[in-house]
């Protein structure tokens, strides 16, 4: 773990120099400010941790990233990915990928069709069939496209959902607490197997949670959300 | 949607004060009212009306509540959710013909006690059904009103956390109806109120039930109105107009003295609550809730099969139970004369269970948006809660007040009797119970699919499309069967809305009653009931049949 908060503050105000996703300057304020205003650069295979008390308003924060705050908060700050910027940009164009608490997996479709759903419209054909099996095969699902998503373990749902969020191709990484409702037997495994992806597919990736022992497994920056 | 009450009010209101020039009345004054208040019948209707509507809300009320009471929580109160809801379905024409089936001097009951216990070789000559006082009249609106109840009080009591409170209350050695009286009751009582005012203004001006086995002379006001409204000469129309608004009048009273009932009853019931008495043995007034309403459905499916059996009856003597033979030439020779008000009521069903399943989504997608919500309990609710008081309006309202209101002001306009404004009229009671109904499913709808769904790249109406919609796909079907259900059940809208020229199985049904045919109205009956049933097994068996391998999807939802 490297020590709080040392780069924000050399590009705070300032559009970001660096690859990967950057928050400048985010407030959101319902009626009052939630906190104080927050700067982060996440460069590119990064993992950064973001740690604060419960009410504090961390998943207002990730909604306000994705674009999907509710209007009657007020928001303040700008969104870059890549130096581009994305704070007006509508959440389905933004290349946000998020992972929730619960695997969110759709019910009514099947564990292809929730991946196929993902797997942007520029591929085609059999292409989009070949991707479905090579997600299926590094989940350790192999052959259970047609299966429905409720008779998954716990462990092989959350495998999914991940493969289902990296197939739609983000260009970063929103980890909303994905390992707290997940027991603790395969919480570690699963840890390990978002991390090497995020790694390997380097994904600036922002993770928000209430356990230490995500953020130090993590082995990267620690911020603190602050109350005002 | 509103627009239509208004103008129908306005277009009562003017002719009620004698200004109506289509008729000739072009000046305004107070004549339809002298003549109104002069009526001799008008009194006793007006008695009549308020005693009928005040007696079947307070004795279903009673009756649901008690039940509540003595059964929350147990099996037979699961069972017996089990067996009321598929009621809520059925029109109240129907359950109300089943009664009459039931209760008629040569019905099904004193038919079982005949020849033997009661020496009855011919039927005796009692007036049971369409009694002065309204007794049977009540019941028939009891046995509709019960379900009702039921299941408003059912989805109140999922929104607080009685279990616990009750298990805290028997520590202290309370039985279970002083229990569930003194502490639950007065929880979900505030929020099943709104339902209990649309019970009452419904059993104030209910008119087809009370054309099949209310008092005929005099009759409640809403039948006494009806008379006028069609009376050959033009200017009773003024007369009923007055009417309709005195009809309002009569209901604001009812509301007044049932408001007065509740701070009595509060007052009281506050002493009792804290006068600490522990009513632990109530085991005998627990077994009679329950007997009571036994009773009631009991007499409500028995009713129904009563019809069926009628409807395939050969020759049937008096005290026999069972008809000597049966046949289907009934069937057969109705066959014909079926088919145009089977065919009306299947369109202007589908049609406007349609148009307010699309008002409702459209409207709820707009109000609910999926994005995260300061703390998603209040901001959205306070939003879905203002709508549907408005759209609760149609419900408590006199139909006869302002339905009358929208037919004059339709002749105005020149649309006078045509599909439009029947749909109109239609819709206006369909579309709040979709509405209703729909946003509950809409509102408990976690919105972090959209969420997800959204970040995953779909556009909204992508995600809307694949997402949303065949999630929701069991409460939208189930929205739509009930608003499918609440258009074959009326019979006003379509009467004066439609103008005698739309005839339906509900119109075609409420005119047969007169006659006494027990076969034909049998048949009716049962295909009015049979309609809304086919849909209810369409909107369950369709999204279980579709989802068959999606566990997920299977234990969520419901009626």
């Known amino acids: 773990m490297t020590s709080l908060g040392s780069q924000e503050s050399t590009c705070s105000g300032a559009p970001p120099l660096c690859e990967g996703l950057s928050l400048r300057d985010i407030v959101i304020t319902l009626e009052v400010p939630l906190f104080d205003p927050i700067s982060l650069d996440i460069p590119p295979g990064d993992i950064m941790t973001l740690m604060g008390s419960s009410g504090v308003g961390k998943s207002s924060l990730l909604a306000f990233l994705t674009g999907t705050l509710s209007r009657s908060f007020k928001t303040h700050g700008q969104v870059y990915i890549h130096q581009k910027e994305i704070t007006q940009t509508p959440p389905e164009k933004r290349h946000l990928g998020i992972l929730f608490q619960d695997d969110l997996l759709f019910p009514h479709l099947s564990v292809g069709q929730n991946l196929a759903l993902a797997i942007p419209k520029s591929v085609k054909g059999e292409k989009r069939q070949e991707k479905i099996y090579a997600a299926l095969e590094e989940a350790g699902l192999t052959g259970y496209e047609n299966r429905d998503p409720a008779t998954l373990s716990g462990g092989q749902k959350a495998r999914i959902a991940l493969l289902r969020v990296l197939l739609s191709e983000p260009k970063a990484l929103l980890l909303d607490e994905p390992f707290s409702k997940i027991d603790p037997e395969t919480r570690s495994t699963f840890r390990y197997f978002v991390y090497d992806h995020v790694r390997t597919l380097k994904l600036p990736t922002l993770l928000v949670t209430h356990d230490p022992q995500d953020a130090s497994i993590a082995q990267g920056r620690l911020k603190e959300l602050k109350k005002t | ?559």
């Open chain 2, 1 to 559: 949607m509103l627009t239509p009450v208004a103008f129908g009010f306005l277009g009562s209101m003017l002719p009620a004060f004698g200004y109506l020039p289509a008729l000739g009345g072009d000046s305004l004054s107070l004549w339809p009212w002298q003549k109104l208040f002069a009526d001799p019948a008008l009194w006793s209707a007006s008695f009549l009306a308020l005693w009928v509507g005040l007696a079947a809300t307070g004795c279903s009320l009673l009756l649901t509540m008690g039940f509540f009471a003595a059964w929350q929580g147990t099996r037979s109160f699961t069972i017996f959710l089990r067996l009321l809801s598929p009621l809520l379905s059925v029109p109240h024409v129907t359950l109300t013909f089943g009664l009459a089936f039931l209760l008629a001097p040569s019905g099904w009951i004193i038919r079982l006690l005949s020849p033997w216990p009661s020496g009855f070789q011919t039927p005796p000559d009692w007036l049971i059904l369409n009694d002065p006082y309204g007794f049977s009249l009540i019941l028939a609106l009891i046995l509709k009103e019960v379900p009702f109840l039921f299941l408003m009080g059912v989805s109140a009591l999922n929104q607080i956390e009685s279990q616990r409170s009750l298990a805290t209350m028997r520590s202290m050695g309370y039985g279970p109806l002083a229990a569930w009286s003194k502490v639950i009751f007065p929880q979900i009582y505030p929020q099943i109120r709104l339902p209990v005012f649309a019970v009452l203004a419904f059993s104030i001006s209910v008119v087809d039930v009370s054309l099949i086995i209310g008092p005929s002379t005099p009759p409640p006001l809403s039948v006494l109105l009806l008379r006028w409204s069609q009376d050959p000469d033009l200017e009773w129309r003024f007369v009923a107009a007055a009417g309709g608004l005195w009809q309002c009048f009569l209901l604001i009273i009812a509301i007044g003295g049932w408001f007065l009932g509740e701070r009595l009853v509060k007052k009281i019931g506050l002493l009792w609550i804290l006068c600490g008495h522990r009513f632990s043995s109530d085991v005998i007034l627990r077994y009679s809730f329950l007997l009571i309403n036994m009773v009631s459905f009991l007499c409500a499916y028995l009713g129904m099969m009563a019809m069926g059996v009628w409807s395939i009856a050969g020759y049937w003597r008096f005290p026999d139970a069972l008809p000597e033979r049966y046949s289907l030439t009934s069937w057969a020779r109705q066959l014909d004369q079926i088919a145009v008000p089977l065919t009306n009521s299947l369109w202007i069903g589908l049609a406007s269970a349609f148009i307010a399943l699309a008002l409702s989504l459209l409207w709820l997608q707009e109000t609910s948006s999926c994005h995260a919500s300061p703390s998603p309990q209040n901001s959205g609710k306070r939003q879905a809660a203002k709508l549907p008081f408005l759209l609760y309006i149609p419900l408590l309202i006199p139909q006869m007040s302002f339905l009358f209101g929208v037919q004059t002001f339709v002749l105005f306009i020149g649309w006078h009797q045509t599909w439009v404004t029947l749909l109109w009229s239609h819709l206006l009671f369909v579309l709040p119970y979709v509405f209703l109904s729909l946003s509950e499913a809409y509102q408990s709808f976690d919105s972090r699919y959209e969420r997800a769904a959204l970040c995953l790249g779909l556009s909204p109406l992508h995600v809307w499309w694949r997402v949303k919609l065949p999630m929701l796909l069991r409460p939208i079907l189930a929205a739509m069967a009930l608003g499918f259900a609440v258009s074959i059940a009326q019979y006003l809208p379509t009467l004066l809305s439609g103008g005698g020229r739309f005839p339906t199985l509900t119109t075609e049904a409420v005119a047969l009653a007169s006659g006494g045919n027990r076969r034909v109205i049998g048949i009716y009956a049962l295909l009015q009931m049979l309609l809304p049933f086919l849909a209810y097994m369409l909107a369950l068996g369709l999204p279980a049949w579709l989802y068959r391998h999606r566990r997920a999807l299977h234990t969520h939802g419901g009626l």
